[in-house]
């Protein structure tokens, strides 16, 4: 059989748009050394200050502080794009949304485009993809092995009507029960019309799951990712493994639910002064707001169930690399596709600039080649990590992407990362643009006011100094400028699409 041809990309097409080529030769590991394994470990909607390892005595995570002990675990890392879809596309095709084109959680990367997946198995490895990645249809993007939220379901048989009540239970999904960030359903086409459940729920009346520990979808994916590095332990192997948590629904485990977390107890942080920020934060604060403070509760407290539970089945992926003795050459990265804002500013979920939601965990550990219980200050970015990983793994570099390999700063925490990250979101309706530097992050909303911050005096983002810093932010939007100019969005059109 001939390989798979394509033809490259019309003249003038973006040069950062990397497609799929034939398939190379598997290239031979260096001489006498095994490649190095690679497991990463990708949770959904992690805000990057809830672990013990980062200070936080809010929720124990010992499975994340085992791992930060073995290597580097970076303090500021962000998302392109704090939503699901667009970000997770980001992390495998090491480009910004404005590049690869998914812009909202209804998009679908394109089968031509080229993934972290293609140029780990086009080298040789054994690629696997264990849970969510909300490809949203039944595209493997390069992964050879793979069992995602259909697989669960079918594991579920009659307790999938379980899920389907908690899915309904988030304010307004009792009316349609269809969540494709939940997997319900994980490939969006299938039902074609309204889902089968909507009047067949009955949503929880309180914190705990009615699902047994385990067979919630953590621990489904736990499962698979060992049975996965005990069935390919004796050859290289590139293994994601997507978990659902601490993401809704918010109904963990019991034991971990009023248990640890009752919801009367939980503090809400106060709004704040919501008039200087722009429109679209003001009306996102009102209608979380419109809850009501016993919904918002119970929110706070199974986010925090959740990512306990998280941290249990992540031990579990960690403890099978241990018994299986790979730990050493494995390149382990944990992190997260967004963050989740918990309450701060009046906000919850994503879909804005602030720290908890565009800031991400990041830890690699690497114990054969990477320092151990290290720290970096450095700016990096989230899509950043398919070079990285190509670069610690000692593969070729996988050509032109968005932005390069950091590399360097995983083996040399100490070193000063790049001047400034980015971000990017609402490209198709409502455009809005970040940059971030050591000191300040400025936000520039079209059609809106900017906002500003100086994280130096105000690192909780509480005072837009957009108007008194005329001088700081006129640079800051040249900077933007230079790396994303707004006026060549080709995606504007009208209406936000459906979340």
């Known amino acids: ?72 675990r970076f303090e500021h890392a962000y998302c392109p794009y704090p939503v699901c879809a667009p970000s997770r596309m980001s992390f495998l095709t090491g480009l910004y949304p404005h590049s690869h084109g998914v812009l909202d959680n209804t998009m679908r990367l394109g089968w031509r485009q080229r993934t972290v997946a293609h140029h ?13 990645m909300h490809f949203l249809d039944g ?6 092995y ?18 389907a009540n908690e899915i309904a239970s988030y304010p307004g999904y009792e009316k349609t029960v269809y969540d494709t960030g939940s997997g319900l359903p994980d490939v969006a086409d299938v039902w074609d019309g309204p889902s089968p459940w909507v009047g067949k729920v009955t949503p929880p009346a309180g914190l705990a799951s009615e699902l047994a520990a385990g067979d919630h979808f953590d621990a489904f994916v736990a499962r698979e990712a060992v049975r996965f590095i005990r069935r390919y332990k004796d050859e ?17 485990p019991k034991g971990y639910a009023e248990e640890l977390y009752p919801p009367e107890r939980i503090e809400l942080p106060p709004p704040g002064d919501v008039t200087q920020y722009p429109k679209h934060v003001q009306a996102a604060v009102a209608r979380y707001q419109a809850m009501g403070e ?18 249990v089945c992540i031990g579990d992926v960690l403890k099978a690399l241990e018994e299986a003795g790979l730990v050493e050459n494995t390149i382990v990265v944990y992190t997260s596709d967004h963050g989740e804002m918990r309450g701060e500013h009046g906000l919850f979920q994503k879909f804005v600039f602030f720290e908890p939601s565009v800031g991400v965990p990041l830890i690699v550990s690497y114990p054969r080649a990477v320092p151990a219980g290290k720290v ?46 980015f971000a990017e979101y609402a490209l198709s309706w409502a455009p809005r643009y970040m940059i971030r530097t050591d000191r300040y992050k400025y936000i520039y909303n079209e059609g809106d006011i900017a906002e500003l911050y ?12 957009a108007a008194s810093m005329e001088g700081v932010r006129a640079r800051l939007h040249e900077q933007l400028l230079s790396w994303y100019d707004p006026a060549r969005n080709p995606f504007r059109k009208s209406k936000e699409p459906q979340r």
């Open 146 to 163: 793979r069992l995602g939220f259909n697989d669960w379901l079918m594991y579920l048989g009659p307790k999938v009507q379980h899920f």
């Open 376 to 421: 970096s200050r450095a700016l990096v970015e989230y899509q950043a990590l398919y070079p990285t990983l190509s670069d610690l793994a000692g593969l070729p570099s996988p050509g032109q992407l968005d932005r390069a390999s950091f590399g360097s700063l995983v083996h040399n925490p100490d070193a000063p990362g790049p001047p400034a990250v």
């Open 1 to 72: 059989m001939r390989p798979l041809e394509m033809k490259a990309p019309a003249a003038g097409a973006s040069t950062r748009r990397a497609f799929l080529s034939a398939p190379a030769a598997f290239a031979a590991a260096g001489a006498g050394q095994r490649r190095p394994n690679v497991v990463v470990l990708l949770s959904d909607q992690h805000r990057p200050d809830l672990m013990t390892c980062a200070g936080s005595s809010m929720v124990p995570t010992p499975s994340l502080d085992r791992l930060a002990a073995r290597g580097v």
């Open 294 to 311: 016993r919904r918002l509760r119970m929110i706070c407290a199974g986010y925090l169930g959740n990512l306990r539970y998280l941290d």
């Open 120 to 132: 780990f198995r086009e080298h040789g490895y054994n690629t696997g993809l264990i849970g969510k």
């Open 236 to 252: 290289p192997f590139f293994l994601v493994a997507g978990f659902l948590k601490p993401h809704a629904p918010f109904h963990p």
């Open 139 to 144: 595209q493997n993007h390069g992964f050879e």
């Open 454 to 465: 100086d994280l130096e005096p105000d690192p909780g983002e509480r005072i837009n100094r």
